[in-house]
């Protein structure tokens, strides 16, 4: 049973554009949210966070959206670089005390020149 | 200078063998994690220790046993390993227990089993 799903598994975008990965969750007692970047044979970087109670957070390139009520959250990342070709995990948090993250599947961004 | 460091990166072994992988944080961190990324690609969480003390457990087998000797440490140790064992295995850390903690993570070690 996923409660975090990527349901792209891939996506390709120029460099200089706009990239925009999609994540839905379906445990409404997720309240805090997280996107990751993974690079082959390392581990997961912490990119980004929101918490529920906002709907924006804005860090450089890189700016999450959470759309509480249908559960959907987005990053877009502008202008796209070449350095940003990685696996994307979108996470989620809740219920309070040391609750691990539930993680999606990734979605791989390729940037092309 | 590494915050999360976990040895080794690679290990293979026989099935039946025990093993422990290690993981030691530099980030003065109180929470710390391990999680197994299987052939799936996902990413699940297997334990959670804050100041010492395990908090959650999730449907582990018990063959998996966290030890931790000080904050800055949680080693795994694995016990009769079996094929579907055969994971990337993945520690982390944050700074409390409190849930929204961005945790951080080391660079895995990729357990083969044959």
């Known amino acids: 049973d996923q409660q975090v799903k990527q349901n792209s598994p891939s996506l390709s975008v120029q460099e200089g554009r706009i990239s925009i990965l999609n994540c839905d969750y379906t445990?409404?007692?997720?309240?805090?949210f997280l996107w990751y970047k993974k690079y082959p044979a390392e581990g997961p970087t912490f990119l980004i966070s929101i918490s529920s109670i906002k709907d924006k957070n804005e860090d450089g390139r890189f700016t999450v959206f959470l759309n509480k009520s249908a559960k959907h959250l987005s990053l877009h990342i502008v202008p796209s670089q070449p350095g940003d070709s990685a696996v994307y995990f979108c996470a989620a948090s809740g219920g309070g005390g040391a609750d691990g993250l539930t993680f999606g599947k990734g979605t791989h961004l390729i940037i092309q020149p | 200078d590494t915050a999360v460091s976990q040895t080794p990166k690679y290990l293979v072994t026989q099935m039946g063998n025990d093993k422990s992988i290690k993981c030691e944080q530099n980030l003065g961190h109180d929470t710390m994690y391990w999680y197994k990324q299987d052939s799936k690609k996902f990413l699940k969480i297997m334990f959670s220790y804050n100041n010492k003390e395990l908090i959650i457990n999730e449907t582990v087998p018990n063959r998996f046993s966290p030890k931790s000797p000080d904050k800055a440490h949680l080693n795994l140790h694995i016990n009769s390993l079996e094929l579907g064992d055969s994971a990337v295995y993945f520690c982390?850390?944050?700074?409390?227990?409190?849930?929204?903690?961005?945790?951080?993570f080391g660079d895995g070690t990729r357990l083969s089993i044959l």
């Open positions: 982390a850390s944050s700074q409390d227990s409190a849930y929204n903690q961005p945790q951080h």
């Open positions: 445990n409404s007692m997720f309240d805090y």
